[in-house]
C-alpha cells in the first residue's frame, strides 16, 4: 500500500501563487507515475499534471504555462507550483499515483491523496 498526504492548500487573491506538495510512504516501489487532479464542485475530476519518475511531464491544456510539476525522488514527494492563478482553477487537488502511466491519463490511479482545497479570490 501507498499513502499520499498533500499540503499547501489554501486561499490565495487572482494572480498569485501556491504551491501544492504530496509525500508519498509505505510500497513506494510500486510508484512510477505521479500526478495532481483537481475537482471544482459540479465537474468532473480532471487531470492536471502528471510526472513519470524518469521526469516525463503531461499537463492539462488549462494550465499550461501557469503550472508547474516537479518530482524529488529522493523525497518521494512530487510538487505542483501554480503561478498566475485564476479563479477558475479553485477546485480540491488531488495527489494520485501509480506504476501505470496510463492509469493516470484514464483517471484511474491505484493510490489518491485525501486532497487539499484552492480556492482563488477575485
Known amino acids: 500500500q501507498v499513502q499520499l498526504v498533500e499540503s499547501g492548500g489554501g486561499l490565495v487573491q487572482a494572480g498569485g501563487s501556491l504551491r501544492l506538495s504530496c509525500a508519498a510512504s509505505g510500497s513506494i516501489f510500486s510508484i512510477n507515475v505521479m500526478g495532481w487532479y483537481r475537482q471544482a464542485p459540479g465537474t468532473q475530476r480532471e487531470l492536471v499534471a502528471s510526472?513519470?519518475?524518469?521526469?516525463?511531464?503531461n499537463y492539462a491544456d488549462s494550465v499550461k504555462g501557469r503550472f508547474t510539476i516537479s518530482r524529488d525522488n529522493a523525497k518521494n514527494t512530487v510538487y505542483l507550483q501554480m503561478n498566475s492563478l485564476k479563479p477558475e482553477d479553485t477546485a480540491v487537488y488531488y495527489c494520485?499515483?501509480?506504476?501505470?502511466?496510463?492509469?493516470?491519463?484514464?483517471?484511474?490511479?491505484?493510490?489518491w491523496g485525501q486532497g487539499t482545497q484552492v480556492t482563488v479570490s477575485s
Open positions: 510526472i513519470t519518475s524518469g521526469g516525463s511531464t
Open positions: 494520485a499515483a501509480d506504476l501505470d502511466s496510463r492509469t493516470l491519463l484514464r483517471g484511474t490511479p491505484t493510490y
